[in-house]
């Protein structure tokens, strides 16, 4: 069973500080990775995206990628009120294309 | 360009009604999926189209079947819904390819009493 880990949370960061939030993998063969942000009552958006160890940058948003230790994490730095959601982490499986997905991590900014 | 639509967005059963959640997506898109979304349980795949005219298996199709109508529809049957049945219901779409972001619905919030 392939599967996809996260803590749960909540994770609360005061405004202004930088989030991290992590993810790991069972299946050693899984090639790309991907964040979704999911608003309360909302469906999910995608952050972004990453399939080559190391880190990939998009704003204030960092993803990074350590394919030996499989796991994946997401750095948010200068966290907005507006950051507070919930952060799916997916994992595409290389046979089909189909995701599988952590349980989200619910991350709440305080002011 | 309105993405990805579903339909209804909330629906109350009673225990072994059926209904059918409709899904349309004007993206071209070749693949599609219908997704359950629980408490602490993340998205769990219950079927999907790779591409027009197949359909597959997901992690929980029991209780459900569909149908894809044509490139643009995947609709998501329940022939007698139990109260397990209980969730949101969310359908997605993406071109099928290798690093392809699956867009999603609205979803669909179901109660069966």
Not at chain 1, 77 to 101: F, G
Not at chain 2, 43 to 55: D, V
Request: glycine fraction near 8%.
């Amino acid at each position: 069973q392939k599967e996809v880990e996260q803590n749960s949370g909540p994770l609360s960061v005061p405004e202004g500080a930088i989030a991290s939030l992590n993810c790991t993998y069972s299946d050693r063969g899984s090639q790309s990775f991907f964040w979704y942000r999911q608003y309360s009552g909302k469906s999910p958006e995608l952050i972004m995206f990453i399939y080559s160890n190391g880190d990939k940058e998009d704003g204030r948003f960092t993803a990074q990628l350590n394919k030996a230790s499989q796991y994946v994490s997401l750095l948010i730095r200068d966290s907005q009120p507006s950051d507070s959601a919930t952060y799916l982490c997916a994992v595409e499986m290389d046979s089909n294309y189909q995701l599988i997905w952590g349980a989200g991590t619910k991350l709440i900014i305080k002011p | 360009n309105a993405g990805v639509t579903q339909t209804p967005k909330f629906q109350v059963l009673k225990t072994g009604q059926s209904m059918t959640l409709q899904c349309a997506q004007d993206m071209n898109h070749n693949s599609m999926y219908w997704y359950r979304q629980d408490p602490g349980m993340g998205l769990r795949l219950i079927y999907y189209s790779a591409s027009e005219g197949t359909t597959d298996k997901g992690e929980v199709p029991n209780g459900y079947n569909v149908s894809r109508l044509n490139k643009r529809e995947f609709s998501l049957r329940l022939e007698s819904a139990a109260p397990s049945q209980t969730s949101v219901y969310f359908c997605a779409s993406s071109e099928g390819s290798q690093n392809n972001e699956q867009f999603f619905g609205p979803g669909t919030r179901l109660t069966v009493l």
